[in-house]
């Protein structure tokens, strides 16, 4: 069963640092999404994506975020000058369509350590 | 105040007994999903919901939208459904992007 996929499962970063979390979604799907959740607390929005721009954003998703798919598979989310509060678990997702709800099938995470 | 409340948050049963998760909502939406959050931390779909019923296995989940209310139901419940479930929503006019409750820690003791 094809399955969304994330690299990688854990980075550890300094403060200050960049860092760029990579995920494959699903091949026929359109629409992607990431989501944080920091360690105890529930899952939040933070980008939706559609043909090759940002669809929905929310308040987290600051200068500091910034997401692109750079090639037919990939779907990165880049992080500049991470914080310590930016360590959490960041899961990829996708979905076939957008606009109307839809199953979306979420990526295993990357744990992001800001140290 | 949460869109979005779940209860309990925390509940421990026995191997075999019948389980119900509780979801409250106080906004308008388009779909409500259940997920599965296991312990190393993957999500998991379970169900998308807009009315009625939906049976998949030994899970069923429920809702009613004029109540803002759903639940999720397991029967004959087994050790390997220890899990964080989680109700999120597809709010009205907030297009595709998922609302996620706090989720219920479910413990099934053999």
């Known amino acids: 069963e094809p399955e969304v996929t994330q690299t990688p499962s854990h980075q550890v970063t300094q403060m200050g640092q960049e860092v760029i979390l990579r995920c494959v979604p699903i091949?026929?799907?359109?629409?992607f999404y990431w989501y944080r959740q920091i360690l105890g607390q529930k899952v939040e929005f933070l980008v939706s994506?559609?043909?090759?721009?940002?669809?929905?954003k929310s308040e987290i998703f600051d200068d500091q975020f910034s997401v692109e798919r750079p090639d037919g598979s990939n779907f990165t989310l880049k992080i500049r000058s991470t914080k310590l509060e930016d360590s959490a678990m960041y899961f990829c997702?996708?979905?076939?369509?957008?606009?109307?709800?839809?199953?979306?099938?979420f990526g295993p995470g990357t744990r992001l350590t800001v140290l | 105040k949460n869109e979005v409340e779940q209860s309990p948050q925390n509940l421990t049963a026995q191997e075999g007994e019948f389980i119900t998760i509780n979801c409250s909502y106080s906004?308008?939406?388009?779909?409500l999903h259940w997920l599965q959050q296991h312990p190393g931390g993957g999500i998991v779909s379970l169900f998308m919901l807009s009315s009625g019923k939906k049976k998949h296995g030994r899970l069923i989940a429920t809702i009613n939208i004029q109540e803002k209310h759903s639940s999720l139901h397991i029967t004959a419940s087994h050790p390997r459904d220890s899990a964080v479930y989680i109700c999120a929503l597809n709010l009205l006019y907030g297009n595709e992007k998922l609302t996620f409750g706090t989720g219920t820690r479910l413990t099934i003791i053999p």
């Open positions: 906004v308008g939406i388009s779909a």
């Open positions: 091949s026929n799907h359109l629409y």
């Open positions: 997702a996708s979905s076939t369509t957008g606009g109307l709800p839809d199953t979306q099938y």
């Open positions: 994506f559609y043909n090759n721009e940002i669809s929905e």
